[in-house]
């Protein structure tokens, strides 16, 4: 196994340059990157996802190549940074720690707020992190190095557009900090997950969120299930609840039920988890049966469903799987 560093560009701001309409994403990025950094000379390689994407246009189905793309070349490496635009970073970083469950490697995901060679980016100092994380052979696992924190992959969200610290874990501590020098808490790793080694197939509309909001129409609900999709992730207030007086709404997401669609409950609030059943307001999702959100991040769990559909047998496998963690990506109460 070589002792160097695997980094796949999959696009984003980090190897971005100016174009005529703003930034686009650009290859050559291993020259570019040690012209940058001399002292990485010889201890990476790259590949670069083709074409290369501005994470903001990412599909599910784009998850499956960066696991392919870890997969395939990965194991010869010690460990293997995905430089990823922060759009969506969060969403790939948790469908990672799914999808490379059986790979047995740290993988780091990273990307910056300002293209590599835009004066005062935070790029160096990203990639720099990332490579301080990998030396350290911290076990295997999908890490999220931005910013100064060191991160679980499938906890993080960005909670910033313009701060370079633009990611955190509102809902778990943070495994590490980068900065001044790498500094792990005790025990701190992220959990890899379970061995799933078979193909995967993810459809890019079964999944949808919806953010619950003051005279939310019933019409939303029926387009959805109408539309064809499996899961619908719902957004809700605080412990769990929805506008339950709102008879349209409420026969919407039972007629989806009846139709197959599976629901979870999950709050949307950064901080805290679901507690269904705690006012009458939050029982009616319970007695429509929907999954309990736990303290997932969205972006944890539009990945973790996206990820039960395509390994389970049918929804009532998925939903049997729900309630057990597959790496740490919620906290068990
Ligand atoms: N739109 C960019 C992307 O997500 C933003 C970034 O990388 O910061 O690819």
Redesign the pocket.
């Given at each position: 196994m070589s002792e160097k560093i695997l980094v796949i560009n999959t696009?984003?701001?980090?190897g971005?340059v100016d174009g005529p309409a703003g930034?686009v994403?650009a290859a050559g990025l291993k020259v570019r990157i040690e012209q940058q950094l001399p002292e990485f000379l010889d201890r990476f390689d790259l590949i670069e996802l083709e074409p290369l994407?501005?994470?903001?246009n990412l599909l599910p189905s784009h998850w499956l190549r960066i696991t392919e793309a870890v997969a395939q070349h990965g194991q010869d490496y010690t460990g293997v940074i995905v430089i990823?635009?922060?759009?969506?970073?969060a969403y790939s970083a948790s469908a990672l720690s799914f999808t490379c469950g059986a790979l047995n490697l740290p993988i780091v995901l990273t990307?910056?707020?300002k293209p590599l060679e835009h004066s005062g980016s935070d790029a160096q100092a990203n990639i720099t992190a990332s490579f301080e994380l990998l030396a350290s052979v911290p076990l295997a696992g999908v890490y999220v190095c931005f910013g100064g924190y060191v991160l679980q992959g499938n906890r993080v969200r960005k909670i910033s557009v313009q701060s370079y610290q633009?990611f955190d874990s509102p809902n778990a501590a943070r495994l590490g900090l980068s900065e001044p020098s790498l500094f792990m808490a005790e025990g701190a790793a992220p959990f890899m997950g379970r061995t799933f080694e078979g193909a995967l197939e993810l459809s890019d509309e079964s999944v949808a969120t919806l953010l619950v909001y003051p005279g939310m129409p019933a019409a939303l609900v029926e387009a959805l299930t109408s539309a064809g999709c499996e899961a619908l992730i719902l957004l809700s207030y605080g412990s769990g609840n929805l506008p339950a007086d709102d008879r349209l709404l409420m026969g919407a997401l039972e007629r989806a039920v009846e139709a197959g669609v599976l629901l979870v409950n999950l709050t949307q609030c950064a901080t805290g988890f679901v507690e269904q059943g705690v006012y009458e307001a939050g029982s009616e999702l319970q007695r429509l049966g929907a999954l309990d959100g736990y303290d997932l991040t969205p972006e944890a769990a539009f990945a973790r469903m996206h990820y039960l559909l395509a390994v389970c047998e049918n929804k009532k496998a998925v939903v049997a799987a729900w309630p057990q963690p597959l790496c740490g990506e919620f906290t068990v109460r």
């Open positions: 696009g984003g701001t980090f971005m930034l994403p994407i501005d994470s903001s990823h635009g922060t759009d969506t970073l990307g910056s707020q633009g």
